[in-house]
């Protein structure tokens, strides 16, 4: 696949002023006088205004800021008309967060009782640089990128989606690991008073959830620690503020509203593989050739899709991703590390 | 003949209320109110529909021995045909709309998928109960139509065990199921069947 790092001085149809905000330009002017230059093109209007139907969020004024510097479109699909960018209706209110429920309208129906700010993160285990970061500061220091990722989901269906975040890599270099760091592992907050599905006594699941990568995974480029898609900050429901987007992986290893990155030595053990250790493996690419026991993985439905139109694709090596990550995995038994 | 027209309008009245929900889904599909993936929202809960449709089904038995109205034996066989429609339609979805009309996909998901397996099986008993629910199949099974029929409660497990293996994460909704199905199955042990007649000859003298 063909991966388009736009250069800075790039100009694509999505730069394009439209012409509502042109015609504008003297109010926009006016406003400027009083305001920051971040803080004026306020709401889901920026560079591209792609998002203008996206209802806007309720972002604290430095994320605020962090995504107007955002740099749009930094990675795009090779092949846009193929990977359309999937409603932000369907994307907010279609996805599995168990946290919140077992269906995939609870969380959208469930995840305002999520309270997101303040927020901090935990960095620790085999680093130099650890620490608890309020997530102003733990973003700060790096800009923004938009990234149009497919997400393929282990239950076979998949969607594209624009993500707002910043490279992991860059985070766990200033981390600074020691020598023994060798895997990333992740947790997502546990609160049962915020999360009803982390009440619910008929879970299989052992709270935290837990996800986790090879240290060679999480500096890969593609690797993104989102807090915003569409424009926006993230909905609660998709893992606001902070979650983790791995593309070539099944969905469930892009953990959710995360509170705690540690360096370890010892592979995690993720929370799918400790329920079902048959199902889910630690590495979770996207394979057709390996079938979850259940169901096959050869194909994936499309979303958003019709009744007489299921838009069933065939699934891609690595989700299409293979150039960018397939020799990590050189001489690795896929079959037996699925 | 009023007695008639009474039983008549029951009847019609239960007809109407098992095809509610199919009408209410089909609207929401039409008016782009069932997400993103409308085929598996209709394959989801027309398979809840038909656990429900098998659950009352089976209620009905000892609803009568308990309250001796009449009017439940006369949608008994009325529900399990709903059951068969519910099932059947459940199996259309998943072949129209999650399979895409792909046969040779559901020949090898038929022989590698057991909860497949099992629903299926589940299905086939579900059509041959329901071909010999006729009167002439009464007749001419004899003393055999009531142990076949007591197949009905072999395939409510077989259902919840299709159900139990599609859950990923959370049993709260199965378990639910499973405890209506527990109790509906309970009332057919002797010992308890023997005593619902009794319970309510001491409810109707209080």
Same mark, same amino acid.
């Given at each position: @696949?063909?991966?388009?790092?736009?250069?800075?001085?790039?100009?694509?149809?999505?730069?394009?002023?439209?012409?509502?905000?042109?015609?504008?330009?003297?109010?926009?002017?006016?406003?400027?006088?009083?305001?920051?230059?971040?803080?004026?093109?306020?709401?889901?209007?920026?560079?591209?205004?792609?998002?203008?139907?996206?209802?806007?969020? *309720?972002?604290?004024?430095?994320?605020? %800021?962090?995504?107007?510097?955002?740099?749009?479109?930094?990675?795009?699909?090779?092949?846009?008309?193929?990977?359309?960018?999937?409603?932000?209706? *369907?994307?907010?209110?279609?996805? /599995?967060?168990?946290?919140?429920?077992?269906?995939?309208?609870?969380? =959208?129906?469930?995840?305002? #009782?999520?309270?997101?700010?303040?927020?901090?993160?935990?960095?620790?285990?085999?680093?130099?640089?650890?620490?608890?970061?309020?997530?102003?500061?733990?973003?700060?220091?790096?800009?923004?990128?938009?990234?149009?990722?497919?997400?393929?989901?282990?239950?076979?269906?998949? @969607?594209?989606?624009?993500?707002?975040?910043?490279?992991?890599?860059?985070?766990?270099?200033?981390? *600074?690991?020691?020598?023994?760091?060798?895997?990333?592992?992740?947790?997502?907050?546990?609160?049962?008073?915020?999360?009803?599905?982390?009440?619910?006594?008929?879970?299989?699941?052992? !709270?935290?959830?837990?996800?986790?990568?090879?240290?060679?995974?999480? @500096?890969?480029?593609?690797?993104?620690? =989102?807090?915003?898609?569409?424009?926006?900050?993230?909905?609660?429901?998709?893992?606001?503020?902070?979650?983790?987007?791995?593309? !070539?992986?099944?969905?469930?290893?892009?953990?959710?509203?995360?509170?705690?990155? #540690?360096?370890?030595? %010892?592979?995690?053990?993720?929370? !799918?593989?400790?329920?079902?250790?048959?199902?889910?493996?630690?590495?979770? /690419?996207?394979?057709?050739?390996?079938?979850?026991?259940?169901?096959?993985?050869?194909?994936?439905?499309?979303?958003? /899709?019709?009744?007489?139109?299921?838009?069933?694709?065939?699934?891609?090596?690595?989700?299409?991703?293979?150039?960018?990550?397939? %020799?990590?995995?050189?001489?690795?038994?896929?079959?037996?590390?699925? | 003949?009023? +007695?008639?027209?009474?039983? $008549?309008?029951?009847?019609?009245?239960?007809?109407?209320?098992?095809?509610?929900?199919?009408?209410?889904?089909?609207?929401?599909?039409?008016?782009?109110?069932?997400?993103?993936?409308?085929?598996?929202?209709?394959?989801?809960?027309?398979?809840?529909?038909?656990?429900?449709?098998?659950?009352?089904?089976?209620?009905?038995?000892?609803?009568?021995?308990?309250?001796?109205?009449?009017?439940? +034996?006369?949608?008994?066989?009325?529900?399990?045909?709903?059951?068969?429609?519910?099932?059947? $339609?459940?199996?259309?979805?998943?072949?129209?709309?999650?399979?895409?009309?792909?046969?040779?996909?559901?020949?090898?998901?038929?022989?590698?998928?057991?909860?497949?397996?099992?629903?299926?099986?589940?299905?086939?008993?579900?059509?041959?109960?329901?071909?010999?629910?006729?009167?002439?199949?009464?007749?001419?099974?004899?003393?055999?139509?009531?142990?076949?029929?007591?197949?009905?409660?072999?395939?409510?497990?077989?259902?919840?065990?299709?159900?139990?293996?599609?859950?990923?994460?959370?049993?709260?909704?199965?378990?639910?199921? +499973?405890?209506?199905? +527990?109790?509906?199955?309970?009332?057919?042990?002797?010992?308890?069947?023997?005593?619902?007649?009794?319970?309510?000859?001491?409810?109707?003298?209080?």
């Amino acid at each position: @696949m063909l991966i388009k790092i736009a250069k800075p001085s790039d100009l694509r149809e999505s730069d394009v002023t439209p012409e509502s905000i042109y015609l504008s330009r003297r109010r926009f002017m006016g406003g400027m006088v009083g305001l920051g230059a971040g803080l004026a093109l306020s709401g889901n209007v920026h560079a591209n205004a792609d998002y203008s139907d996206v209802p806007e969020g *309720d972002a604290p004024a430095w994320l605020k %800021e962090k995504i107007s510097d955002t740099q749009w479109r930094a990675i795009t699909p090779s092949n846009p008309d193929k990977d359309k960018i999937a409603p932000f209706d *369907d994307a907010s209110g279609y996805n /599995n967060f168990y946290e919140f429920g077992a269906d995939k309208t609870d969380p =959208a129906r469930h995840a305002g #009782s999520l309270k997101t700010q303040p927020w901090s993160v935990v960095v620790d285990g085999e680093v130099n640089n650890g620490g608890r970061f309020a997530l102003e500061d733990f973003a700060k220091p790096s800009q923004f990128e938009e990234r149009i990722y497919r997400l393929r989901c282990v239950e076979a269906w998949s @969607m594209v989606i624009p993500w707002l975040g910043i490279p992991l890599a860059e985070v766990i270099k200033r981390a *600074d690991p020691t020598s023994k760091a060798k895997y990333v592992r992740f947790e997502t907050l546990v609160d049962p008073e915020q999360m009803p599905g982390q009440r619910s006594s008929f879970s299989l699941i052992d !709270w935290p959830y837990v996800e986790g990568l090879r240290l060679d995974e999480a @500096m890969n480029p593609l690797t993104l620690l =989102a807090m915003g898609m569409y424009g926006r900050e993230l909905p609660n429901q998709n893992g606001a503020p902070l979650r983790l987007v791995v593309p !070539w992986k099944y969905g469930f290893k892009s953990i959710k509203s995360i509170v705690r990155i #540690s360096l370890v030595e %010892e592979q995690p053990v993720n929370t !799918w593989q400790l329920l079902a250790p048959n199902e889910y493996g630690f590495y979770a /690419n996207v394979n057709p050739q390996v079938d979850h026991p259940r169901w096959s993985q050869a194909t994936e439905r499309r979303l958003p /899709n019709s009744l007489f139109r299921p838009n069933t694709i065939d699934t891609q090596m690595f989700n299409g991703y293979a150039d960018e990550v397939a %020799e990590m995995y050189a001489g690795l038994d896929l079959k037996a590390n699925y | 003949m009023a +007695a008639l027209n009474l039983w $008549l309008l029951w009847r019609l009245g239960v007809f109407f209320a098992a095809l509610a929900p199919l009408l209410f889904w089909s609207w929401q599909v039409a008016n782009n109110a069932a997400g993103p993936e409308p085929g598996n929202y209709l394959l989801l809960n027309i398979g809840l529909g038909g656990l429900w449709m098998l659950l009352l089904t089976l209620s009905l038995t000892p609803l009568t021995k308990l309250t001796r109205w009449k009017g439940f +034996a006369l949608i008994r066989r009325q529900l399990g045909l709903w059951t068969l429609a519910y099932a059947t $339609l459940h199996l259309l979805c998943y072949v129209l709309f999650i399979l895409g009309l792909n046969w040779a996909l559901l020949g090898s998901e038929l022989v590698k998928r057991p909860y497949i397996i099992v629903g299926m099986l589940a299905l086939i008993g579900l059509a041959v109960l329901g071909a010999t629910s006729n009167r002439w199949s009464m007749k001419r099974l004899g003393k055999r139509w009531k142990p076949l029929h007591k197949l009905s409660y072999l395939i409510l497990g077989l259902v919840l065990l299709h159900f139990f293996w599609v859950v990923r994460a959370d049993l709260q909704e199965w378990a639910m199921y +499973a405890a209506i199905a +527990a109790l509906i199955m309970a009332t057919r042990l002797p010992p308890i069947a023997r005593t619902l007649p009794k319970l309510r000859y001491r409810l109707s003298r209080r």
